[in-house]
């Protein structure tokens, strides 16, 4: 397999609201979408349709509907699902509420996601035959370690800490294991623990090979030894920003394994070139509405980066 996600699945329900409510306030919705979702599953969705790689993904769904329908939806879309397990109870859900300014607000139920305390047999073999192995912090963080361990020798290591957890600090033991560590700003604040993003920066780039710092409509800051590199956003008319940071680190994987490098060589100019694609993908996704509806594939991508640079 060229990129191995290692992640959540979650049936996502997304609500259309004028504006999101406030605490202890109801508000009703214009819409009511149900979609397949979690940063994993959604980030397989995006290293896929970036075309080019075989992807597979590790998870977990439940014994109910939504995870046979989960699981459909990531066949149809072509990746394998060889190391995705099914778990007694229910399979993970996110309720979401999207504004008309295209802010969202979510609640995660993990159901399944957070079951297993270890990898299947069949999980780590599919995690053995990675080129890149990306994980983010929806799932156990003993599955993150554990995939991470299991992968091949000049294998890529790619965290996407998202949502921060308390348990994942710039003092971390899993920080060494990463190669690319992808946080947006808040992520990267939290897992510093410090409250500016110099500081931040300043603690985890060193933990790492690599630091990346998406900023939204900002684009993204790499760090890599001595090298920074800015990479500028595309310009988008967003409509609903779910998923744009899965889009991003899909994308952002896929171009790595793309690329035939192994993280020993990793440089800035390699990384921009993956986080200029991940913008890319990301910009078409926020013209949309939902997570991996939203993913675009390949062709539209580079449609994108053509015009802009026409
Ligand atoms: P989310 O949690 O909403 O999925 P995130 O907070 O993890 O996203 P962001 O930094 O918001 O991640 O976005 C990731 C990348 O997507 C950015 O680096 C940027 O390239 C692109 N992006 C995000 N929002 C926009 C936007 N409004 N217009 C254009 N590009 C965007």
Redesign the pocket.
């Known amino acids: 397999m060229s990129v191995v996600i290692v992640g959540s699945i979650n049936q996502d329900v997304v609500a259309r609201v004028d504006r999101i409510p406030a605490p202890g306030e109801t508000v009703l919705a214009s819409s009511l979408v149900r979609t397949g979702g979690g940063k994993g599953a959604n980030q397989a969705v995006a290293a896929r349709r970036a075309g080019g790689s075989v992807v597979a993904f590790v998870g977990a769904v439940g014994t109910d509907p939504d995870g046979e329908t989960l699981r459909g939806a990531l066949v149809a879309d072509g990746i394998d699902v060889s190391g995705l397990s099914q778990v007694d109870g229910p399979s993970g859900m996110a309720l979401i509420s999207v504004d008309d300014t295209a802010e969202n607000t979510i609640v995660v139920v993990p159901g399944a996601n957070a079951v297993a305390s270890a990898l299947t047999p069949a999980q780590r073999s599919v995690v053995a035959t990675a080129q890149v192995v990306l994980t983010q912090l929806e799932i156990p963080i003993a599955l993150v370690r554990e995939a991470a361990a299991v992968r091949g020798e000049h294998a890529w290591h790619l965290l996407n800490a998202?949502p921060s957890a308390p348990f994942v600090t710039a003092g971390s033991a899993l920080l060494p294991s990463v190669d690319v560590l992808i946080v947006?700003e808040h992520e990267a604040l939290d897992v510093a623990g410090v409250d500016d993003l110099e500081t931040a920066v300043a603690a985890l780039a060193p933990r790492v090979r690599a630091l990346v710092v998406?900023?939204?409509?900002q684009?993204?800051m790499i760090v890599c030894g001595a090298e920074r590199v800015n990479v500028p956003?595309?310009?988008?008319d967003?409509v609903d920003?779910?998923?744009?940071?899965?889009?991003?680190c899909g994308m952002f994987a896929a171009t790595l394994a793309a690329s035939g490098r192994a993280p020993e060589s990793v440089d800035a100019a390699l990384l921009a070139d993956a986080a200029r694609a991940?913008?890319a993908a990301?910009?078409i996704a926020?013209t949309r509405t939902g997570a991996q509806d939203a993913v675009p594939f390949a062709a539209e991508v580079a449609a994108l980066i053509e015009r802009t640079h026409a």
């Open positions: 998202a947006n998406t900023l939204g409509r684009g993204s956003a595309f310009a988008a967003a920003t779910t998923g744009a940071g899965d889009t991003f991940g913008a990301a910009a926020v």
